[in-house]
């Protein structure tokens, strides 16, 4: 009985206050590679947050710690009011409809259509939907990415870019509150790389999402973030607006601005 | 010396989650049948004219030393059951291990570095259950059926080859093969590549779920799939050679 008011009153606490994500002492080790030490993030909804870090600091390793794919050694992620280290499978799985994530390398199913890749996370979500709701659902998350008449393409079919798009949609399709990228313009070209840019803000404003965007494509970030963290040594070293950090004096700081 | 060690070991934890995770509910039938169907139609042909021209040569080079002796009649006899007992099983499984065990160390790797298997995780879909279980189970199942259908032409292939010198009539050879055959040369036979298709689909899911970032670690995966699971097909075709012989069953 006790246990559960206190429950409730931590749910709401969370719901109240305007963090949807808020990640505290976060530390995670490979071995000897000690990758994050004590990393403390807070996400507001409504927010872009940009994380910054060299390649091989861990900032893939953050996010997928937030989605449960790893999990850390200490310290707490609170993600829409739970503590996603200590959720079973069923519970992760509820909180995963609710966090999309877009992977770096697209992640796209290499042996379906673009509709089976589309409806994968539809069905396996066991969400109850008819055959026309699902159809509808595919066409409007590839509409909103302006790649509607790909549907019955194999992503082996499409470009950098496009893939990147259809990746988006499968993200999408489940109308998540929170969505993770993972490095969105790496490897695309400087025009593609805008284009996606400006598509997560249209994604943002539509669909109503929060963002932690990780990357180091500064014309990127320039375009998307709110907020900048800075990851260095597994620490959140600096934080604040991009126009902040670009005239910061600090040299580890000022790296990512040239 | 060590790395083998832990390699053995490593496997034997991911063979150990198989029979965990296929206790679980909701089994993964769709995907189960489509790797049936495409194991068996990836080396149906390789196998059946494998098993065809190997019923075809061994009974030609048997027959000189046989006719030495003045026992060309046996020659009947004597190929069914090295065909059944050993060639047969041994070479669907090769077969196999080249094709199917690569194939699943190719694509899974590839999925694995691309981060499909993570993307199915996030969701709602365990990858194990999905990917590993479903074709574990799947080459589990088809190679004791190619294996009987590479009996079964390597005895056409036999009985073509008898008659290439000699003439042993249809019904006589049929009659001569079956009277050799008991259950104890085929049940053995055929149990044994239950475990072969086991440890094919299962080196080439563990390869495959470890590969390492970067193209030629898919290649790699690929490859020392096949050389692991030839390795562990000759390996349980010993034990199963030496469990039949204490058990006595011939
Ligand atoms: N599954 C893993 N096992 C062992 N080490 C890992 C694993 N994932 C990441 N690492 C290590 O963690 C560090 C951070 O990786 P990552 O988060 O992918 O970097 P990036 O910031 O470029 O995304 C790297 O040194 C990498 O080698
Ligand atoms: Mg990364």
């Known amino acids: 009985m006790k246990a559960e008011s206190k429950k409730e009153i931590f749910k709401e606490g969370t719901v109240n206050s305007n963090e949807v994500i808020s990640i505290r002492n976060l530390y995670m080790a490979f071995g000897e590679n000690k990758v994050l030490n004590g990393f403390d993030f807070d996400l507001h909804r409504g927010e872009n947050i940009v994380v910054l870090g060299k390649s091989g600091s861990g900032k893939s390793v953050l996010i997928k710690c937030i989605i449960g794919l790893l999990k850390p050694d200490k310290g707490s992620i609170n993600v829409l009011g739970e503590n996603v280290p200590e959720l079973n499978t069923t519970d992760l799985d509820k909180m995963r409809v609710k966090v999309g994530f877009l992977f770096q390398s697209n992640a796209l199913y290499d042996s379906m259509t673009v509709r089976e890749n589309l409806e994968f996370p539809l069905r396996r979500h066991w969400i109850n939907t008819s055959k026309m709701e699902v159809n509808n659902l595919v066409m409007e998350a590839l509409t909103n990415v302006g790649l509607p008449h790909t549907v019955d393409m194999m992503p082996s079919e499409l470009s950098g870019g496009m893939r990147k798009r259809v990746a988006l949609a499968r993200t999408l399709i489940l109308k998540p509150e929170i969505i993770l990228y993972d490095e969105p313009t790496t490897g695309l070209d400087p025009i593609t790389g805008k284009e996606i840019s400006n598509l997560m803000l249209e994604v943002q404003k539509k669909y109503n999402t929060s963002s932690i965007i990780i990357s180091h494509d500064i014309n990127c970030v320039k375009i998307v973030a709110n907020r900048i963290v800075i990851l260095i040594d597994g620490l959140c070293y600096a934080t604040g607006t991009y126009v902040q950090l670009q005239n910061s004096k600090d040299k580890k700081v000022k790296q990512f601005f040239e | 010396m060590k790395d083998i060690i832990i390699e053995i070991g490593l496997i034997t934890k991911f063979a150990g989650r198989f029979f965990r995770e296929i206790i679980k509910p909701r089994f993964e039938f769709a995907e189960f049948a489509r790797q049936c169907y495409y194991i068996g139609n990836r080396s149906l042909p390789l196998v059946a004219i494998t098993a065809f021209i190997m019923g075809l040569v061994i009974t030609i080079q048997s027959r000189p ?186």
């Open chain 2, 65 to 250: 030393t046989l006719v030495e002796f003045g026992a060309q009649a046996w020659l009947p006899k004597m190929v069914s059951v090295s065909l059944v007992r050993e060639i047969a099983p041994v070479i669907t499984a090769l077969i196999c291990a080249g094709k199917i065990g690569s194939g699943i160390g190719a694509e899974l790797g590839s999925m694995k570095v691309t981060e499909q298997i993570d993307a199915m995780d996030v969701s709602g879909t365990n990858p194990y259950k999905f990917l590993v279980v479903t074709r574990v189970m799947a080459t589990t199942f088809m190679i004791p059926i190619l294996a009987i259908l590479a009996d079964t032409l390597s005895l056409y292939g036999g009985y073509l080859g008898a008659n290439i010198r000699g003439v042993v009539s249809w019904d006589l050879y049929w009659s001569q093969v079956f009277d050799t055959l008991v259950y104890s040369d085929i049940v053995p036979s055929v149990t044994k590549t239950f475990f072969f298709g086991f440890a094919i689909g299962i080196i080439g899911c563990y390869k495959g779920f470890n590969s390492n970032k970067g193209t030629e670690g898919v290649g790699q995966s690929a490859n020392s799939a096949v050389v692991i699971s030839s390795l562990l097909v000759f390996i349980l075709d010993l034990l199963a050679v030496q469990i039949t012989d204490v058990l006595n069953l011939n």
